[in-house]
């Protein structure tokens, strides 16, 4: 058996901010401290975290008033921010800078009287806060069959937005349904979804043509990862997303000659790690790294932990 290592894979700039944000705050102001849904979508991550001490909340009325918070990498509403305030807490934002973006752009087509369609899955933790930003103008498009039974009055300005962790060729594909009904239909000038997302996409785009099999490290909640075993899928590769070596069945490899072995932007490296030594020593597998492109990109940490890290 060969191993097709992808690269890039793993860990972004945003989850990489995130991670070492939650690292620094407890370091800084000890344990417990509250985050605001998980930090990232990774069962290794965040149970690394809650047993260093990290209390993760779906509700603030659980976060005891004047307690440490940390908003995790998806975002929060504006409603959320003013929670926090109001239950006095220590709010530390570990939003990832691309998802902030995509807040900024639906408060700016708000306040110019656009109805704003975004793009993405109903009850992700990114689409609820980016929703949050102007309720009243935005309506949810899950798919291009939904773009076609959308109807607005006559003279409707509309924009759209996305999700940044979706599929390229799915955010594609409704894009073109709702340009094909509505041309006149406004955009951002850069694409919404991330870099990461679209480089770890098109590895599995190059790599699983010379595949048996795809694993794909990371978590089922996890919207990237879940692209990248679709998009394997699609090609007729078998694909499997797993959270380590101990979700893996021998009878997947069957046969199986070449592997190729990816993880979504927010598994660790320790874990890919972990799957691939597991496969060379059942199957006496051979790695080969594949890198198709580079990535350079590092966001600065939250105004609130900056003198902390510089420490």
């Given at each position: 058996?060969?191993?097709?290592?992808?690269a890039?894979?793993?860990?972004?700039?945003?989850v990489?901010?995130?991670?070492?944000?939650?690292?620094?705050?407890?370091?800084?102001?000890?344990?417990?401290?509250?985050?605001?849904?998980?930090?990232v979508?990774?069962?290794?991550v965040?149970?690394?975290?809650?047993?260093?001490?990290a209390?993760?909340?779906?509700?603030l009325?659980?976060?005891?008033?004047g307690?440490?918070?940390?908003f995790?990498?998806?975002?929060?509403?504006?409603?959320i921010?003013?929670?926090?305030?109001?239950?006095?807490?220590?709010?530390?934002?570990?939003?990832?800078?691309?998802?902030?973006?995509?807040?900024?752009?639906?408060?700016?087509?708000?306040?110019?009287?656009?109805?704003?369609?975004?793009?993405?899955?109903?009850?992700?933790?990114?689409?609820?806060?980016?929703?949050?930003e102007?309720?009243?103008?935005?309506?949810l498009v899950?798919?291009?069959e939904?773009?076609d039974?959308?109807?607005?009055?006559?003279?409707?300005?509309?924009?759209?937005?996305?999700?940044?962790?979706?599929?390229?060729?799915?955010?594609?594909?409704?894009?073109?349904?709702l340009r094909?009904?509505?041309?006149?239909?406004?955009?951002?000038?850069?694409?919404?979804?991330?870099?990461?997302?679209?480089?770890?996409?098109?590895?599995?785009?190059?790599?699983?043509?010379?595949?048996?099999?795809?694993?794909?490290?990371?978590?089922?909640?996890?919207?990237?990862?879940?692209?990248?075993?679709?998009?394997?899928?699609?090609?007729?590769?078998?694909?499997?997303?797993?959270?380590?070596?101990?979700?893996?069945?021998?009878?997947?490899?069957?046969?199986?000659?070449?592997?190729?072995?990816?993880?979504?932007?927010s598994?660790?490296?320790?874990?890919?790690?972990?799957?691939?030594?597991?496969l060379?020593?059942?199957?006496?597998?051979?790695?080969?790294?594949?890198?198709?492109?580079?990535?350079?990109?590092?966001?600065?940490?939250?105004?609130?932990?900056?003198?902390i890290?510089?420490?």
């Open positions: 058996m060969k191993i097709l290592l992808a890039p894979r793993g860990f972004c700039a945003g990489n901010m995130a991670i070492e944000s939650l690292d620094l705050a407890i370091q800084a102001f000890g344990t417990p401290i509250y985050v605001y849904h998980e930090i979508h990774n069962k290794y965040v149970d690394t975290f809650r047993a260093k001490g209390v993760f909340v779906d509700d009325h659980e976060v005891p008033e307690a440490t918070l940390l995790s990498a998806h975002g929060v509403s504006p409603e921010r003013r929670l926090a305030r109001e239950r006095k807490l220590y709010a530390i934002d570990a939003t990832c800078p691309l998802v902030t973006k995509v807040h900024l752009e639906a408060v700016r087509y708000a306040k110019e009287g656009y109805t704003i369609l975004l793009i993405g899955h109903e009850g992700h933790d990114e689409v609820i806060g980016t929703m949050g102007a309720p009243e103008a935005m309506v899950e798919s291009a939904q773009a039974r959308l109807e607005f009055p006559p003279g409707t300005k509309l924009a759209y937005l996305t999700q940044t962790t979706l599929s390229v060729d799915d955010a594609n594909r409704i894009i073109a349904r094909a009904r509505f041309p006149q239909i406004a955009n951002p000038p850069k694409d919404d979804i991330c870099y990461a997302t679209q480089n770890r996409q098109e590895v599995i785009h190059m790599l699983a043509p010379e595949a048996d099999v795809v694993i794909v490290l990371g978590s089922q909640n996890s919207s990237n990862s879940q692209r990248l075993k679709e998009i394997a899928r699609e090609n007729n590769i078998p694909a499997y997303l797993i959270d380590g070596a101990k979700d893996i069945e021998d009878d997947w490899f069957a046969g199986a000659e070449t592997v190729v072995v990816t993880a979504g932007a598994a660790p490296e320790s874990v890919v790690e972990e799957c691939v030594n597991y060379c020593e059942r199957f006496g597998a051979t790695v080969e790294a594949r890198t198709i492109r580079s990535e350079d990109v590092h966001f600065p940490l939250p105004r609130e932990l900056r003198t890290g510089a420490a």
